[in-house]
């Protein structure tokens, strides 16, 4: 089993990381399970042919909505996007700027934090 990193956002500005027990205790259950399957199936999408590195993220805005991202890849590396940032840029492009929380997925048996530019 893929172990996820996970976010417990209050704004864009206000993100920290914590573990998972607590993200647990900070979402429902069924809010906790949908954002880790739609990580799961972002993750899917990525496009990693140079890292073979594929992540998955999801974002659970305030209003209850996922918004997925995955990484894409570049043979530039400076130029690749992690996964995070691409669903970021999804939901503010689609006005949404507030968010409950973030799950990320990678096929690493531990556990992964954002990319180094996210975090």
Same mark, same amino acid.
């Given at each position: 089993?893929?172990?996820?990193?996970?976010?417990?956002?209050?704004?864009?500005?206000?993100?920290?990381?914590?573990?998972?027990?607590?993200?647990?205790? *900070?979402?429902?259950? &069924?809010?906790?399970?949908?954002? %880790?399957? $739609?990580?799961?199936? =972002?993750?899917? /999408? !990525?496009? +990693?042919?140079?890292?073979?590195?594929?992540?998955?993220?999801?974002?659970?805005?305030?209003?209850?909505?996922?918004?997925?991202?995955? *990484?894409?890849?570049? &043979?530039?590396?400076?130029?690749? %996007?992690? $996964?995070?940032?691409? =669903?970021?840029? /999804? !939901?503010? +492009?689609?006005?949404?700027?507030?968010?409950?929380?973030?799950?990320?997925?990678?096929?690493?048996?531990?556990?992964?934090?954002?990319?180094?530019?996210?975090?």
């Amino acid at each position: 089993m893929v172990i996820l990193a996970v976010l417990i956002l209050s704004s864009m500005a206000g993100a920290t990381w914590l573990p998972c027990s607590f993200f647990a205790m *900070s979402l429902s259950s &069924a809010e906790r399970n949908n954002l %880790i399957k $739609a990580a799961f199936e =972002a993750k899917d /999408k !990525a496009y +990693s042919p140079y890292s073979h590195f594929p992540v998955g993220a999801a974002l659970l805005a305030l209003d209850g909505a996922i918004i997925q991202g995955c *990484s894409v890849d570049n &043979a530039s590396y400076a130029d690749t %996007i992690c $996964a995070e940032r691409v =669903a970021i840029v /999804k !939901a503010v +492009s689609d006005g949404i700027t507030n968010f409950r929380g973030l799950a990320i997925t990678s096929n690493l048996f531990s556990a992964i934090s954002p990319c180094g530019l996210c975090r």
